[in-house]
C-alpha cells in the first residue's frame, strides 16, 4: 500500500495540477474566504484509486501551489488539513479491486462514509485547531469556516466522487472479458 | 554478420483484459542498422508490436507471452535494462516531452542515470545540434511548435545512444512539411548513429520520402508481409488490409501503366518510367477534369477584418476576410500554429476577436453567445474525450437538447434521427467508454447535428485514423453536405484529403488567409506551398516526370475519377 | 495566462539557489508562526521587503497577487471582528475602549493591536513566498527540493505538477467551451444550482482525459529510465555560494529569535498595555 510507483507519482502530480486549477477557476465563494469547490471531490477520487501517497503529496503539493499563487503565502494550517484529507481518502476502497472494475454498494458506501469522517476530522477539528495553535484566530470564527467548508467538501465528494468512481469502475474491465 | 538486434520467434501477446491474442505468431529478424516501416490497419497490433521493444509489454502492461523475444540476443529483462538499448519516441509528443524546458527534457535520461551535471550538459548539446534543437534549449514546451516538441523529443531519445530507436506514428500531428523535415531527420539519425530504426506509421507514402530497407505489413494481429517497399506497392497487399498505397501509384494504375518491383516504385524518386508509360500518363491526364463548381454568390458567413491574439502583442490572426456560401464542402490548411483553430474557435464564440465583425445570413453575429452560435455552427474538436461528458451515448447525445429544455420526448425522437444518420442506432444504449476513437468522434459529431447547425466544422476529422475508418467519416460528411445542404468546414493537414474532398481552400500562414483558390491551385503553387508549409502531393511529381505540360491537369482527372468512385461506391 | 511568472532578470537574488530561497520561505513561515510578537513580525516584514526590492521584480508585475491578498486580509479581518470582537481583550486582558458601534461590537484598543498583528503574521512571509515563486526557476525547484533531501519521486512530482499545470489549464478552458457550446452555463451571472451543474460537467471529461493522460505519462517516464535507480541527478541543479550561505544563516537566526520573544514575552504576545 505504500509503494509509490511511477504511475501513482504521475498521479500525484496530475491531480495536483487538476486541485490547483479547480480551486483557481471553479470556485464559488459562499462564506468569506471560503468557497464551495470540486477539489476535495477530485482529490477524493485520486486518492482512493492510486492510495493514501499520492493523496498525501497531491493535497499539498496542490493546495500550497494554490496558496502561494492567491498570494496567501502559505496558510498552512488548511495546507495540512489538505493533505491529511488526501492521506486518509486513500484508504478508502480498502479491499476493493477498482482496477479491475469492482466497487459495488460497499465500496460506494466505504467511500462516502469514510469521506464523511475524514472531513469531519480535517475541517471540524484539524483545521480550526491548527489555526488557533498558529495564529490564535478566535475560536467561533474558524470553526464556523471549517464547517461550512466541510459540509460543502464533503457533499461535493460524497456527489461527484461517487459519480467519478463509478464511472471510473465501469471503464475498467475484468481479465479476458472483452471480445 | 553478428547476431540479429531483434529476433521474434513463434512469438504471440494477449492483453490480461482480452480474450483473443492481439499479436500471433510473430516470426521476424531485423539486423542491426536496418530500417523498418511497420505499417497496417488501426487495431492491427503494430503498437502492441513496438511496446513488446521497449518491454512496456510485458512489465507494464501485464497479460500472457507465448514464444520468443530477443533483444540484442538477450531476453527482456526490465523496462530500466531495455531502455538503454531500444530507445522510444511515443506518438504523444506532450506526453513525451516531461521537462520544464527543453534541455531539461533532453537530459531527462541522463538525470535518471546519474550522469554528473557537467558531462550533462556536454552530451545534452550535442544530442540538440544533432536534431537542430540548440537554440530553443531554455524554452518551455508551452511555447514550442509542435515541430519543435518533436525535435526536442527525438534528442531526448537519441542522448542515450540507443542502438535501436523506435518511432510510433511520428508524423500524425505534424503539418506536411514538418512531417517530411522529420522524416528526413529520421533518416539522417540513421546514417550517423548506425542505428536500427523502426517506424510505425499509417502515412506510408510520407515514410517513404526517405529511404527504408523493409516494410512490414500487420493485419489482425499478424505480419501479412515483410517487404522491400518496392515489391509491396506491387503487391497490391496495401489496399487488401486498408492501408493507403501512394498517391502516384493509384494515377500510374488509372493511367494503364504496369508497375513491377524492377520499376522500383517505392520512392517517386527512384521509380522508373519508360518512354511508353510516360506517354499513357500524359494522355491520361489530357483527358476531361473536374470541371470547376461555382458557388452561389450570396454569402451565409462572412468574415470581415478579423484579427486576434491571445496575449496583447501577439497576432494569432490578422485581417481575414472569408466569405462563406451555403452547402460549400471546405478546407482549412497551413502550418502547425498557423491559426487554423484559434479562426474556428472564434467563429463559435469560444473565443473573442479583438477586431472585425461576423455576418451570419445578413445579420451580426458578433454579440451572440456561445449557445446560441452553437445552434448555427457546430465545432467538433480534434480530441472527442474534451467533448464527452456523459458515461451513456444516449444522455450524450441528448445533453445540448436537455440542456435547452426540450421536452423529453421530443429528445428521444431526435436523439434516435440523429444517431441513425451518423450510423450509431445500436450504441444507443452503450456506455461511451466501450466505443473506439472512431466511433467517439462520430459521437461527438452527433453531438453537435442534433442541434441541427447549418455549417459543421471539423479540426482534423481524420487524424491518426487508418484509411477504412478515415473514408468512412469523410463520406458521411460529403453525405450530410451533399443530401442536407450543411455547410462543412474541414481543418487538416492531409492533402489527400484536401484533393479529393474540398472544393475549396482556405490556406492559413502566419495568421492571415495567404490564398482562397481550388485545393489543386493552392498546391500546386510553390509561393504558397512553401510559405504555409505544404506539400505537393505526389500526383505533381508524376506529371512532371511524365512531362506533362500542365502539372494540374493530371489532378484534376485523378480527382474526378476518384470521386466517381466514391459515387458509385454508395450507390451499390 | 500562465500563473507561473517565473521572472527572468539578473539580480542578487535570482543567483541564489531555489534551495535557499525555499529554506527561506519556510523558516520565516515558521518563525511567524511560532511567534506574535509584533515588533518581530514588523522585522520579518521589513527584510522580506528588502529582499522584494533587491529582487528588481516590479510591483506592476504582482499587481494581481497583491490585490488578491488585500481582499483576502480585508475579509478576514471584517470577518474576525463580527465573530469576536473582544478578542483582543481575551488575548491582552484588558480592555481600552476607543468608541462603540452597536450592542457588543465596539472597537477597543487591543482589538485593534490584536488585529493588526494577526494581519502582520499572515502578511509576514507574502514577500517571501512572491520572491521565492517569481525568482525561481521551476525546473530548478525539484532539484532543490532533493538538495533538502526530500526524497526524489516526490520532489520530481512538485515539478511535474508544474509542467502539467498550463496544459490541464487548456484543456479546462476547452472543455469548459465545449460544454457551453452545448448549452451549460457556468457565468457567474447563473443560478447557482446551474452553475455547479455545470462545473461538476466540466469536470468529468477533466478527470477522465487526465486518467488517459497519467498512463502515457508515466510510460514516457519509464522508457527514459525513470524511477530505477536509488537517486538521480540534476540538470538544473546549481551549487551553494556565500550568499545562500549568509541567507540560510540569517534564517536560523530569525528562527531563533522568534524563540527568545517567547521567553521574553512570557508568551507568543507581545503586550504593550
Ligand atoms: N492496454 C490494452 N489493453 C487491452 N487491449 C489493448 C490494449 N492496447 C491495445 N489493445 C488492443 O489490441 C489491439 C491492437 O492495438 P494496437 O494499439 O497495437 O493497434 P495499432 O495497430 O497500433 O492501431 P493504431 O493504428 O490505431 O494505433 C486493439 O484491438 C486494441 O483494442
Ligand atoms: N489557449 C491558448 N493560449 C495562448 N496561446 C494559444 C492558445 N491556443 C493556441 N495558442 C497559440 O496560438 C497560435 C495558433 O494556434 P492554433 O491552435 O490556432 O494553430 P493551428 O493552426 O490550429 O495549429 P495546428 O495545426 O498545430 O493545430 C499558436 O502559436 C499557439 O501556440
Ligand atoms: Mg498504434
Ligand atoms: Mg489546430
Not at chain 2, 462520430?442 to 455549417?455: F, K
Not at chain 3, 474576525?80 to 478578542?87: H, K, N
Request: a neutral charge; proline letters at 4%.
Amino acid at each position: 500500500m505504500f509503494r509509490f510507483s511511477i504511475k501513482q507519482l504521475v498521479a500525484t502530480a496530475i491531480s495536483a495540477a487538476l486541485f490547483f486549477l479547480l480551486a483557481r477557476f471553479l470556485s464559488i465563494p459562499v462564506f468569506a474566504n471560503t468557497s464551495l469547490t470540486l477539489q476535495y471531490a477530485v482529490l477524493g477520487f485520486f486518492a482512493a484509486v492510486f492510495g493514501p501517497i499520492t493523496g498525501l503529496l497531491a493535497g499539498l503539493i496542490g493546495h500550497a501551489l494554490t496558496d502561494l499563487t492567491f498570494g496567501y503565502g502559505i496558510w498552512w494550517s488548511w495546507v495540512i488539513a489538505s493533505a491529511l484529507v488526501g492521506f486518509a481518502s486513500g484508504f478508502l476502497l480498502f479491499k476493493v479491486k477498482i482496477e479491475e472494475g469492482e466497487l459495488g454498494k460497499r465500496g460506494i458506501l466505504q467511500f462516502i462514509i469514510g469521506s464523511l469522517i475524514i472531513h469531519l476530522v480535517a475541517w471540524g477539528v484539524v483545521a480550526p485547531l491548527l489555526d488557533i495553535l498558529i495564529y490564535a484566530e478566535p475560536a467561533d470564527k474558524v470553526f464556523v469556516q471549517g464547517l461550512i467548508a466541510g459540509v460543502g467538501d464533503f457533499a461535493f465528494t460524497a456527489i461527484v466522487g461517487t459519480l467519478l468512481l463509478v464511472g471510473y469502475a465501469k471503464t475498467r474491465v475484468k481479465s479476458g472479458s472483452l471480445e | 554478420m553478428n547476431s540479429p538486434a531483434i529476433k521474434f520467434t513463434k512469438f504471440g501477446f494477449r492483453y490480461r483484459t482480452q480474450k483473443n491474442p492481439t499479436l500471433y505468431d510473430i516470426n521476424l529478424e531485423i539486423q542491426s542498422g536496418e530500417k523498418i516501416l511497420i505499417t497496417g490497419p488501426s487495431g492491427s497490433g503494430k503498437s502492441t508490436l513496438g511496446s513488446c521493444l521497449n518491454g512496456l509489454i510485458p512489465f507494464n502492461y501485464p497479460g500472457e507471452v507465448t514464444g520468443e523475444l530477443l533483444i540484442g540476443a538477450r531476453k527482456p529483462e526490465s523496462i530500466f535494462k531495455l531502455s538503454e538499448t531500444v530507445g522510444t519516441v511515443l506518438q504523444d509528443t506532450d506526453a513525451q516531452f516531461v521537462g520544464l524546458t527543453s534541455g531539461e527534457d533532453i537530459a531527462f535520461a541522463l538525470e535518471n542515470r546519474n550522469v554528473a551535471q557537467e558531462s550533462m550538459k556536454q552530451r545534452v548539446i550535442e544530442a540538440a545540434k544533432m536534431v537542430g534543437a540548440e537554440n530553443y534549449l531554455t524554452r518551455s514546451p508551452f511555447n514550442l511548435s509542435g515541430g519543435q516538441k518533436q525535435r526536442v523529443g527525438m534528442a531526448g531519445v537519441m542522448v542515450g545512444n540507443a542502438p535501436v530507436l523506435l518511432f510510433d506514428e511520428p508524423l500524425a500531428a505534424l503539418d506536411p512539411l514538418t512531417g517530411k523535415t522529420a522524416v528526413a531527420l529520421i533518416d539522417d539519425i540513421s546514417k550517423q548513429t548506425g542505428a536500427t530504426i523502426i517506424i510505425i506509421e499509417h502515412r506510408f507514402e510520407d515514410v517513404l520520402y526517405r529511404h527504408i530497407d523493409r516494410v512490414i505489413l500487420m493485419n489482425d494481429g499478424r505480419i501479412i508481409a515483410v517487404m522491400p517497399p518496392g515489391e509491396m506497392v506491387c503487391s497490391g497487399l496495401l489496399e487488401e488490409c486498408g492501408v493507403r498505397e501512394p498517391l502516384y501509384f493509384t494515377a500510374l494504375k488509372y493511367a494503364g501503366v504496369k508497375i513491377t518491383p524492377d520499376k522500383c516504385p517505392g520512392r517517386l524518386d527512384t521509380l522508373i518510367l519508360e518512354e511508353s508509360d510516360k506517354a499513357r500518363v500524359r494522355e491520361y491526364a489530357s483527358t476531361p477534369g473536374l470541371l470547376q463548381t461555382t458557388l452561389d454568390e450570396t454569402p451565409l458567413l462572412e468574415v470581415k477584418n478579423l484579427s486576434f491574439a491571445y496575449e496583447k502583442g501577439q497576432a494569432v490572426l490578422s485581417d481575414v476576410n472569408i466569405k462563406l456560401a451555403q452547402g460549400e464542402m471546405t478546407a482549412i490548411i497551413g502550418a502547425n500554429g498557423a491559426g487554423k483553430s484559434s479562426f474556428a474557435k472564434i467563429l463559435v464564440g469560444f473565443e473573442k476577436e479583438s477586431d472585425g465583425s461576423i455576418i451570419y445570413n445578413g445579420k451580426d453575429f458578433t454579440d451572440k453567445t456561445i449557445p446560441e452560435r452553437a445552434e448555427k455552427i457546430g465545432y467538433i474538436m480534434q480530441n472527442p474525450n474534451q467533448m464527452l461528458c456523459k458515461p451513456m451515448v444516449y444522455d450524450e447525445v441528448a445533453l445540448g437538447l436537455r440542456a435547452r429544455g426540450v421536452s423529453e420526448s421530443n429528445t428521444r425522437k431526435r436523439v434516435e434521427k440523429t444517431l441513425e444518420i451518423c450510423g450509431l442506432s445500436r450504441f444507443l444504449s452503450w456506455p461511451v467508454s466501450a466505443l473506439s476513437y472512431g466511433q467517439k468522434k462520430r459521437v461527438t459529431i452527433a453531438d453537435a447535428l442534433i442541434l441541427e447547425p447549418e455549417i459543421l466544422i471539423m479540426d482534423e476529422p481524420t487524424a491518426g485514423q487508418d484509411w477504412r475508418n478515415y473514408t468512412r467519416i469523410l463520406d458521411f460528411l460529403k453525405e450530410l453536405n451533399t443530401e442536407r445542404g450543411i455547410t462543412v468546414l474541414m481543418i487538416t493537414h492531409d492533402m489527400h484529403l484536401c484533393l479529393e474532398y474540398a472544393r475549396r481552400a482556405l490556406v492559413f500562414a502566419g495568421g492571415r488567409l495567404l490564398c482562397d483558390a481550388p485545393p489543386a491551385d493552392a498546391l500546386s503553387d510553390p509561393n504558397i506551398t512553401i510559405h504555409a508549409n505544404l506539400k505537393e502531393t505526389s500526383l505533381f511529381d508524376l506529371a512532371q516526370l511524365a512531362g506533362c505540360t500542365d502539372k494540374t491537369t493530371l489532378t484534376r482527372v485523378f480527382i474526378r475519377e476518384k470521386r466517381r468512385n466514391h459515387d458509385s461506391i454508395r450507390v451499390h | 495566462m500562465t500563473v507561473f511568472g517565473y521572472i527572468d532578470k539578473k539580480s542578487p537574488i535570482h543567483t541564489l539557489t531555489g534551495a535557499t530561497k525555499l529554506i527561506m520561505t519556510l523558516l520565516l513561515s515558521i518563525a511567524s508562526m511560532i511567534t506574535y510578537d509584533t515588533r518581530f513580525l514588523a522585522a520579518v516584514i521589513i527584510t522580506s521587503c528588502v529582499l522584494f526590492a533587491l529582487s528588481r521584480v516590479s510591483l506592476g508585475e504582482i499587481k494581481i497577487i497583491l490585490s488578491l491578498i488585500v481582499v483576502f486580509l480585508l475579509i478576514n479581518n471584517i470577518i474576525i471582528f463580527l465573530f469576536s470582537p473582544d478578542q483582543g481583550t481575551l488575548v491582552y486582558g484588558t480592555r481600552h475602549e476607543l468608541f462603540r458601534i452597536a450592542e457588543r461590537y465596539s472597537v477597543t484598543q487591543e482589538q485593534l493591536f490584536y488585529q493588526i498583528n494577526v494581519t502582520l503574521k499572515y502578511f509576514a512571509i507574502v514577500p517571501a513566498a512572491i520572491v521565492f515563486f517569481l525568482t525561481t526557476e521551476p525546473g530548478e525547484f525539484a532539484a532543490s527540493l532533493n538538495t533538502l533531501k526530500v526524497n526524489y519521486k516526490a520532489a520530481y512530482a512538485v515539478s511535474l505538477a508544474m509542467r502539467y499545470i498550463p496544459e490541464v489549464q487548456r484543456s479546462y478552458h476547452e472543455i469548459s467551451q465545449a460544454q457551453q457550446a452545448r448549452g451549460i452555463d457556468i457565468s457567474k451571472k447563473a443560478p447557482l444550482k446551474k452553475r455547479m451543474a455545470g462545473a461538476v460537467a466540466i469536470v468529468f471529461p477533466l478527470v477522465f482525459s487526465s486518467m488517459d493522460k497519467i498512463q502515457t505519462v508515466a510510460n514516457a517516464l519509464e522508457l527514459r529510465g525513470f524511477g530505477h535507480e536509488k537517486t538521480r541527478s540534476w540538470y538544473a541543479h546549481r551549487r551553494f555560494k556565500v550568499g545562500d550561505i549568509a541567507v540560510i544563516v540569517l534564517s536560523v537566526a530569525a528562527v531563533a529569535w522568534s524563540v527568545i520573544t517567547l521567553a521574553i514575552n512570557g508568551g507568543r504576545f507581545y503586550n504593550p498595555f
